[in-house]
């Protein structure tokens, strides 16, 4: 289950960096394409993150990467969602809840952290 969540993840990043790199070019202000760019820069190294969690999952059994998993796919979706909203012209309130997804990507990755210290 975690490698294919990590696989969509993957494959919507490639289609939400081609449709910002394409579709969003000439209609989008400097700032929305920014915050398009950040997102999807995010999204991809988050979500090869979840991949290299999904192979773990699968080389150690052991290892619990549920917590971690869903702490960075949580946050993945609002904190690059939020950024995506925004790029695509919602209010730009939505801003104010992107921290929360930052908070619960680190969240995601010391959790994992301290997995990993645990089981040394």
Same mark, same amino acid.
């Given at each position: ?10 494959? @919507? ?6 449709? #910002? ?8 202000? *400097?700032? !929305? ?9 995010? +999204? ?6 979840? =991949? *290299?969690?999904? *192979? =773990? ?12 998993? +869903? =702490?960075? !796919?949580? #946050?993945?979706?609002? +904190? ?22 930052? *908070? @619960?990507?680190?969240?995601?990755? @010391?959790? @994992? ?6 089981? !040394?």
């Amino acid at each position: 289950m975690w490698l294919g969540i990590a696989a969509v993840n993957l494959a @919507l990043a490639v289609m939400l960096g081609a449709f #910002g790199a394409h579709g969003l070019k000439h209609m989008a202000s *400097v700032q !929305q394409l920014e915050w398009w760019h950040t997102a999807t820069q995010y +999204f991809f190294w988050h979500a090869l993150g979840l =991949l *290299v969690l999904g *192979v =773990l999952a699968k080389a150690v059994p052991a290892f619990m990467v549920k917590i971690p998993f +869903f =702490l960075l !796919q949580l #946050g993945l979706i609002i +904190f690059c969602g939020s950024l995506y909203l925004m790029a695509l012209g919602l209010p730009r309130w939505l801003g104010a809840i992107t921290p929360v997804g930052g *908070v @619960l990507m680190i969240a995601g990755w @010391l959790t @994992l952290a301290w997995l990993a210290f645990k089981q !040394q």
